[in-house]
């Protein structure tokens, strides 16, 4: 993970600073690193040259390695003292920096609020194998490979041996993930989140040393991107220029519609949660709204009921019947119980939807069918779809499409489940979604931003965390 506390410590040394008194080694050495960290960004992201603009870079000894700060305006923090023995190369120092700013734009520092070592592990692994992908040269691909293990778990933060003209990849499970975290596959966080559960061999403590970046409790206030209004502008602007090869964050315009799947795994705490927000947002505290349907009432009518078979008899044995029993149809009204779903499928929501998909599914009778799942574009999931993890997705995010949706379906009542990281609504859209008045309750994952609902007038449920215990 990429995140460090947000007052730096006393022996921070800082760059850019500027005294009447000549400047002492440390400070040298704080504004020489931060030179040579803006030189060494590949000219092939010439944008991240932009989002380094708006970082203070610092070197310190409060990290191990790197890491990006929590704050008004977020830094970038380096140990000298690694970069000394790791980074003794340009290229090194560009995959240092480059996998802390992935952590923070693939949505990493939003998963979870206290990052599990599984979560650290498998989110490294991710990173250091897009970049390896995005610079295949051994120059840039040795500084993985050099933190990596020979064998075990510990070798998928790196690219397998002979990567990538004649790859060595292990047997079994091992080797499958691996071989899908560098082609074209590619692997998930659930991927890799099953790999471990699959396997005999826990994740030992001892290999924390190979993970890069800050790996301590996360603070409160979370997410350096929407502590910093100006740099969360920028990494969108970034992300959404990536092609989508696989997939990465959610704030992006995404690619052309494709089915995704994802196994669906229980999880009690998100399950009771997602059951309580249906029903708050069903019923709410008036009832919820009211559907017609047809009532049947027994009563007497003169007219003959071949189901009263006592007047039957009555008739057959010659007397006329007076009465007739039968029963009469009319409409009735009665509350709904359902409402209409819209869930967040983009990438960044890939390490939740194995709940989320099991939750909905669980919680089934209170959905208004079919449920909608949502990137930049809004498209049907049906009872079948849901049960077999099928969805549609563009990869990218825009809360536009279900604002444009509400509008035109006219729904009266209905559930967002998403982590936030979505775009504006543009302003005559928004004004049609106010006149339109639907009553709208957001399911928003822990730890996640939830100022778009603050705008939109919509109340917010949090989700359960994703490493409470589901059992």
Not at 164 to 182: E, I, K, N, T
Request: net charge neutral; glycine share 8%.
């Amino acid at each position: 993970m990429t995140h460090a506390a947000a007052s730096p410590p006393a022996h921070l040394l800082r760059t850019g600073q500027h005294d009447d008194a000549a400047p002492s080694i440390a400070t040298l050495e704080g504004r020489l690193l931060a030179d040579r960290v803006r030189q060494c960004v590949p000219l092939r992201h010439p944008a991240f040259g932009k989002l380094l603009q708006l970082l203070s870079i610092e070197a310190t000894d409060a990290v191990p390695t790197a890491a990006v700060t929590v704050g008004a305006r977020s830094r970038l923090l380096i140990n000298p003292a690694f970069v000394a023995e790791r980074c003794r190369t340009d290229a090194h120092l560009s995959m240092l920096v480059m996998h802390e700013l992935y952590h923070v734009l693939l949505g990493h520092t939003r998963m979870y609020r206290r990052p599990t070592l599984a979560a650290n592990w498998a989110f490294d692994c991710i990173v250091n194998a897009q970049l390896c992908r995005l610079h295949p040269n051994v120059e840039f691909t040795s500084f993985f490979s050099a933190g990596a293990a020979p064998e075990g778990l510990w070798s998928l933060i790196g690219p397998p041996a002979g990567w990538p003209a004649s790859p060595r990849y292990a047997s079994g499970a091992l080797g499958d993930v691996h071989r899908r975290l560098y082609d074209d596959a590619g692997a998930t966080t659930a991927d890799l989140f099953a790999l471990l559960d699959g396997v005999a061999v826990a994740l030992d403590a001892d290999g924390t040393g190979r993970l890069l970046g800050n790996h301590a409790e996360e603070p409160e206030d979370g997410d350096p991107l929407h502590a910093d209004p100006e740099l969360l502008a920028e990494a969108r602007r970034i992300v959404a220029r990536w092609p989508m090869v696989e997939r990465r964050g959610g704030a992006d315009d995404g690619a052309s519609p494709a089915w995704e799947r994802s196994d669906l795994r229980r999880h009690r705490a998100a399950r009771r949660a997602v059951r309580e927000l249906l029903r708050a947002a069903a019923f709410g505290t008036d009832g919820g709204p009211w559907v017609r349907h047809s009532v049947e009432t027994e009563a007497f009518t003169p007219l003959p009921q071949a189901g009263d078979r006592r007047a039957q008899l009555q008739r057959a044995m010659g007397a006329e019947p007076l009465w007739w029993q039968g029963v009469l149809h009319q409409e009735g009204r009665q509350t709904a119980g359902q409402v209409t779903v819209y869930l967040d499928v983009s990438g960044s929501m890939a390490a939740w939807l194995p709940v989320l998909l099991d939750a909905l599914t669980e919680s089934a009778a209170l959905v208004r069918w079919p449920l909608f799942g949502f990137s930049t574009e809004v498209h049907p999931v049906t009872r079948a779809d849901l049960a077999a993890g099928q969805f549609r997705s563009t990869g990218g995010t825009h809360i536009a499409c279900v604002a444009r949706h509400l509008v035109e379906s006219r729904a009266s009542r209905a559930v967002v489940i998403t982590d936030g990281d979505v775009q504006e609504i543009p302003s005559a859209l928004a004004e049609k979604l106010r006149r339109a008045r639907p009553r709208v309750r957001v399911g928003l994952l822990d730890g996640c931003d939830g100022s778009f609902c603050a705008r939109l007038g919509w109340p917010v449920a949090r989700m359960p965390a994703l490493d409470k215990a589901s059992a």
